[in-house]
């Protein structure tokens, strides 16, 4: 069954699917957006207000049932995979996968609205100007077709709509973001900061930059965002929507435009090729619930899964 047609289709809603619905939808394309998973409603399926003795076992996942069904996402961010989180992590025992013979690779996925924005740990750094030119230098690999300059302009951008919370360092080799204020450091970390930059001459000691609200803009709070609480609970989403995610951010300002269409349970099964333009003309999907396959046509396809 054929749908109606879109001026672009964007696959996935995570990191990169929020951010194209996003600059796609403010210019005035009609948008779909297709995400495999279910539907994340925050005031429902955020678990940030929950104390831990409000869920099974103390919030805790049985060891049993980590190594049955999580055995690959729980092993590095364990603080992350609660009784009240887990819906937002794949079960490995239903989405295996493949890994060559002498290779490990834990694969961290989440099937739902925004996909792993949810769950990211929101460490936000800029890349300097000597990552631009290292293979060149170094004689490896292929040479960056842009440098650190070019990219300025929309590190800028970026940063201004996600909110990033930072301290103006000056450091040649992590450049300076468009930050609010930075999360101030305890005295135990201040203590430290004062001894190892006493110690070892050209060393810092500095906050981390993480895209966080701590000094929301009107943008930010029109679009439902407010500060960052620094309560620490922001493994089960965060109902103040605080941290950047493309739930709380760039899904909602898409959705404002008026050209947003986003449908759910949406598996994509292949890609419509046609051979008089040679240029992809659509999205083949498989309803998730239904098992029903249905076709959307588009000008453009952006594969942000």
Not at 163 to 179: A, H, K, R, T
Not at 267 to 288: F, H, M, P, Q, W
Request: hydrophobic letters at 35%; a negative charge.
């Amino acid at each position: 069954m054929a749908e109606a047609e879109f001026d672009a289709i964007v696959v996935g809603s995570g990191m990169s699917g929020g951010m194209s619905a996003k600059e796609l939808c403010e210019r005035g394309l009609k948008v779909l957006v297709l995400e495999r998973g279910p539907e994340i409603v925050p005031e429902r399926d955020y678990t940030d207000l929950l104390a831990p003795w409000e869920s099974d076992h103390l919030d805790n996942v049985s060891q049993d049932e980590i190594n049955e069904r999580y055995y690959k996402q729980y092993g590095g961010v364990a603080y992350a995979i609660k009784e009240s989180t887990k819906h937002f992590w794949v079960r490995d025992d239903e989405h295996p996968y493949e890994e060559a013979e002498g290779t490990s690779y834990d694969w961290l996925r989440g099937y739902h609205t925004a996909g792993r924005s949810i769950m990211w740990s929101r460490q936000t750094y800029r890349l300097g100007p000597q990552d631009f030119t290292a293979n060149l230098e170094e004689g490896v690999g292929v040479d960056w077709p842009v440098r650190y300059e070019d990219i300025v302009p929309w590190y800028e951008k970026v940063e201004t709509f996600v909110g990033v919370s930072g301290s103006e360092e000056g450091l040649d080799q992590l450049p300076d973001s468009v930050f609010q204020p930075a999360f101030e450091l305890t005295d135990a970390e201040k203590s430290f900061k004062q001894k190892i930059e006493k110690t070892f001459d050209g060393r810092s000691v500095i906050p981390a930059r993480i895209a966080h609200l701590t000094d929301a803009t009107k943008e930010q709070l029109s679009l439902g965002r407010s500060n960052c609480q620094a309560r620490n609970r922001c493994h089960h989403g965060c109902t103040f929507k605080a941290y950047f995610s493309s739930l709380n951010a760039t899904l909602p300002a898409a959705k404002r435009s008026g050209n947003l269409t986003m449908v759910h349970n949406a598996i994509v099964r292949g890609l419509e090729y046609d051979t008089s333009t040679k240029r992809v003309s659509g999205v083949r999907v498989v309803d998730a619930e239904t098992m029903e396959a249905r076709t959307y046509t588009s000008r453009v396809v952006f594969l942000n899964a």
